[in-house]
């Protein structure tokens, strides 16, 4: 059984900066493409970047663009979300979450229904 947990979450103004990181008990069994969701009270889960494991490609929502960065460490099977200049609209329970299978890279975030392995969770309030 493939295990993800996430930490790093907290409460920050906004403008402020965090540290996601998630780390996964192993890369074997699940699929290539792992990443950062968020779900707000009341709304859908959403994606917010994804990276793909091979080689290193990277997708981003359009609200995070330019604040948020993705990387990944694999010789520790970690991913990691960067978040700089935080809104109040970035509160939210972050989610890592990795596909059950090979996705093919681009052009967007692929649908949550690829994705098969969740996380815990992790919460981050930014307030104004």
């Known amino acids: 059984q493939v295990q993800l947990v996430e930490s790093g979450g907290g409460s920050v103004q906004a403008g402020g900066s965090l540290r996601l990181s998630c780390a996964a008990s192993r890369y074997t069994g699940i699929g290539n493409c792992i990443g950062w969701f968020r779900q707000a009270p009341g709304k859908a889960r959403e994606g917010v970047a994804v990276?793909?494991?091979?080689?290193?490609?990277?997708y981003y929502a359009d609200s995070v663009k330019g604040r948020f960065t993705i990387s990944q460490d694999n010789a520790k099977n970690m991913v990691y979300l960067q978040m700089n200049r935080l809104k109040p609209e970035d509160t939210a329970m972050y989610y890592c979450g990795a596909s059950m299978g090979w996705l093919s890279p681009g052009p967007k975030i692929p649908p949550l229904a690829y994705f098969g392995y969740w996380g815990q969770g992790t919460q981050v309030t930014v307030s104004s």
């Open positions: 990276i793909y494991t091979g080689g290193g490609s990277t």
